[in-house]
């Protein structure tokens, strides 16, 4: 099945600086790759997602950027602000209907 | 995006005694929900697939008799934890997948406690 590695585990940014988080998925056959946020005690909330067909993706400060052949995908947010900081989970879903393999999170903490 | 409910959002209940957790799908019909459980500070994992009209897939190692699912509607499922133990403990938390399957949207989550 599908494996998925996210780094780093923490990241502490100040205000204004951009933030990169990077994962990396096994299985070749995935095609559709989202990012969610996740606030203490809340659900994740998708923030952006990307598709196998597509290189980059931008929404504002945030931004996706997939590589088919190296089998990564990362988020950048640029501009950072105090409330960005969450849990940042990547996730990758293989073709045909199946389920979401989530990476194990990072911890994002914007300093004022 | 997509708008989900889970009721209730946090319960604290003695050890042996069952509790029953929703979600709902507000704003389209949802023949698939997903249900997912997520200890502190770890990643999300998937405990099963209710399916409306059938009967839920779980995932290697969930208990089916433990963990009941029961997709009433095409915008209501339930999560029933029967003879919880203090290890059941965990945040429960429901996802309602678009009609293509691809995106989920997650509800906002229910903290259990069991005593």
């Known amino acids: 099945g599908e494996n998925v590695e996210q780094h780093p585990s923490t990241l502490s940014v100040q205000e204004g600086d951009s933030a990169v988080i990077k994962c990396t998925y096994s299985d070749s056959a995935s095609n559709y790759f989202p990012w969610y946020k996740q606030e203490l005690g809340k659900g994740p909330q998708l923030i952006i997602d990307?598709?196998?067909?597509v290189g980059e993706k931008k929404d504002q400060r945030i931004a996706v950027t997939l590589n088919k052949t190296?089998?990564?995908?990362?988020?950048?947010?640029?501009e950072t602000q105090p409330e960005d900081s969450a849990v940042y989970f990547c996730a990758a879903r293989g073709s045909g209907y199946s389920t979401l393999t989530f990476g194990k999170g990072t911890m994002l903490l914007v300093s004022p | 995006g997509a708008v989900v409910?889970?009721?209730?959002?946090r319960v604290i209940c003695k050890s042996g005694t069952s509790v029953k957790i929703e979600?709902?799908?507000l704003d389209f019909q949802a023949t698939?929900?997903?249900w997912y459980r997520q200890f502190p500070k770890q990643s999300l994992m998937l405990m099963a697939t209710s399916n409306e009209g059938s009967k839920a897939t779980y995932e290697q190692g969930v208990e089916k008799d433990?963990?009941?699912i029961n997709h009433a509607s095409l915008t209501l499922s339930t999560l029933t934890v029967t003879s919880a133990h203090p290890e059941d403990s965990s945040f429960y938390i429901c996802s309602v997948p678009t009609s293509g399957g691809e995106t989920q949207?997650?509800?906002?989550?229910?903290r259990l406690l069991v005593l």
């Open chain 1, 50 to 53: 990307i598709r196998s067909n």
């Open chain 2, 66 to 68: 433990k963990f009941l």
């Open chain 2, 23 to 25: 979600c709902r799908s």
């Open chain 2, 105 to 110: 949207y997650f509800g906002p989550g229910t």
């Open chain 2, 32 to 34: 698939t929900m997903f």
């Open chain 2, 5 to 9: 409910s889970q009721h209730p959002s």
């Open chain 1, 70 to 78: 190296a089998k990564h995908f990362s988020l950048h947010i640029t």
